[in-house]
């Protein structure tokens, strides 16, 4: 519904995972007895806790951002290492040719402005040297954790 309306979607997928011992009761009202209170309050939790989630998540990309911007602050504006730094948060995984055609420079520049983020210890390479791997290993981190258990207390039915 929400990509219908050129929103962006919430993910409560992983909410309902962690609670799902706990949510069978309200949809089973729901079947049973035709009560939708408890069923609409689980999913309108689930819903600000998706989005409390989603905001946690994008401080912590921007606080990543930032710290990439002041590391590379002495590079030319309009180097290919300034433009990298806006293009990790969305692409922390990638080859350097993915960086050249998203960044649009040449593949020297690309492969410069990589080589900068690892002497930065920013990316990590695989050890193959063809078509290389390379990983914004501090953002995969931020993507991977667990979020704070439950911001909201009450989405407990």
């Known amino acids: 519904m929400l990509a219908a309306e050129g929103c962006r979607p ?5 909410l309902l995972y962690r609670n799902r011992r706990d949510d069978f009761g309200a949809p089973l009202e729901v079947q049973l007895r035709s009560r939708w209170d408890g069923c609409i309050d689980f999913f309108t939790q689930a819903a600000m806790s998706a989005c409390d989630e989603s905001m946690a998540l ?3 990309q ?37 960086v050249k055609r998203l960044l649009g420079v040449s593949f020297p520049a690309a492969n410069n402005a ?12 695989t050890a193959r040297q063809h078509n ?8 995969i981190a931020v993507l991977d954790q667990a979020p704070e258990q439950d911001r909201r207390p009450s989405l407990k039915l």
Do not use: C, M, W
């Open 62 to 98: 921007a606080a990543l951002r930032d710290d990439r911007n002041r590391r590379v602050a002495d590079r030319r504006p309009d180097s290919a290492s300034r433009k990298l730094v806006a293009a990790l948060i969305g692409t922390p995984v990638f080859i350097v040719n993915q």
């Open 114 to 125: 990589v080589a900068d983020f690892v002497s930065l210890g920013v990316l990590r390479g």
């Open 132 to 139: 290389r791997v390379f990983v914004a290993h501090e953002a």
């Open 58 to 60: 994008a401080a912590q």
């Open 10 to 14: 919430l993910y409560v997928s992983g």
